[in-house]
């Protein structure tokens, strides 16, 4: 079994899922007592998203970096960046880590084209949404990807940051979510595209295929390590 390094803390919340679907996940498949071998670091989300609302990405990049460092340094086998909008900065920390990273976007890639679906709606930050580090890689594997609209874009942003990233969940902003999946008709899945927005939609609230990114970055990261 490989050992599994978790770069955690954006949010909590979402990296309290991946630690548990990676341990469910290994030890659904191996039984007995299994669980997964894995190491944990966690930043402050506070100064994270400070350096993200003024744009200081190579701040973010410096900590980031500095903690798949330690990451490296206690031997695990690959790394895995629990958030979506981090992985924007991947390009600038690879070059000085050897471990390589399980990437967020290839792995939800692989599952949607598993699924035979080929137009998706994107949800997740601003940053993700607008930006082309996530949207390409969805693309390059001919997925045609679709964002919200700006206002749509900016209730999205603000529900993951006031309220998922603080562990609240509201009925209200769910359905404001709902709504704005659903005006897409021509779209065959959506893609929860922060790892926080798993807590609030479920393939249960929707006829069309639920890409939940947590899930499948935690469950291909365990099929890994099982490999």
């Not at 895995?80 to 399980?102: D, Q, Y």
Request: hydrophobic residues 40%; aromatic residues 6%; negative net charge.
């Amino acid at each position: 079994m490989k050992c599994i390094g978790l770069l955690g803390g954006m949010s909590w919340e979402s990296s309290l899922l991946y630690y548990k679907i990676i341990n469910e996940e290994t030890n659904r498949i191996l039984g007995s007592q299994n669980n997964a071998k894995s190491v944990m670091t966690t930043v402050n989300f506070e100064e994270i998203e400070q350096l993200q609302s003024t744009g200081r990405w190579d701040e973010a990049t410096d900590i980031l970096l500095y903690h798949c460092k330690l990451l490296e340094e206690a031997k695990v086998d690959f790394i895995v960046l629990c958030t979506n909008t981090m992985h924007k900065l991947l390009p600038n920390i690879m070059p000085h880590i050897k471990t390589p990273f399980l990437h967020i976007a290839k792995a939800t890639a692989i599952k949607i084209k598993e699924e035979k679906v080929t137009s998706v709606l994107l949800l997740g930050t601003k940053f993700t949404m607008q930006e082309d580090f996530y949207k390409h890689i969805l693309q390059e594997e001919g997925i045609d990807v679709c964002i919200p609209n700006e206002s749509d874009m900016e209730t999205v942003h603000s529900i993951i940051y006031n309220e998922l990233c603080l562990g609240k969940i509201d009925t209200i902003s769910k359905q404001r979510y709902l709504d704005i999946i659903t005006n897409f008709l021509d779209i065959e899945g959506v893609i929860l595209g922060c790892t926080e927005i798993g807590l609030l939609i479920s393939q249960e609230d929707l006829d069309i295929k639920v890409f939940d990114t947590t899930q499948i970055h935690a469950k291909k990261a365990v099929e890994l390590a099982l490999s």
